[in-house]
């Protein structure tokens, strides 16, 4: 499991989960496969900001649990997924 930091707001955390083809946009961890989740606006949109903040989840956050795929095909699906987002 790992978190990253993308450039932008809830918003861009947003797109770029959903850009993913072959990363699973699941809240679930342990999988074999690789998913990721947006936890601003899935499992702590519950929370206030503050209480987010508290927990450790910021807007840009993108929440990564590594699965048993070729390490540069889950590369290669953020950086398609950047592309469109960033447009780079």
Same mark, same amino acid.
């Given at each position: 499991?790992?978190? =990253?930091?993308?450039?932008?707001? @809830?918003?861009?955390? #947003?797109?770029?989960?959903?850009?993913?083809?072959?990363?699973? #946009?699941?809240? #679930? =961890?342990?999988? @074999?496969?690789?998913?990721?989740? &947006?936890?601003?606006? *899935? *499992? &702590? +949109?519950?929370?206030?900001?503050?209480?987010?903040? @508290?927990?450790?989840? *910021? +807007?840009?956050? =993108?929440? =990564?649990?590594?699965?048993? +795929? &070729?390490?540069?095909?889950?590369? @290669?699906?953020?950086?398609?997924?950047?592309?469109?987002?960033?447009?780079?």
């Amino acid at each position: 499991m790992l978190s =990253i930091g993308v450039k932008g707001d @809830a918003s861009a955390g #947003n797109k770029v989960v959903d850009g993913l083809k072959l990363v699973s #946009n699941l809240a #679930n =961890i342990g999988d @074999a496969k690789s998913l990721a989740i &947006h936890p601003w606006s *899935t *499992t &702590h +949109e519950q929370l206030s900001d503050d209480e987010r903040l @508290a927990s450790g989840v *910021t +807007e840009d956050m =993108i929440r =990564i649990s590594v699965g048993i +795929e &070729h390490v540069d095909d889950s590369i @290669a699906d953020f950086e398609q997924s950047f592309k469109i987002v960033y447009g780079y």
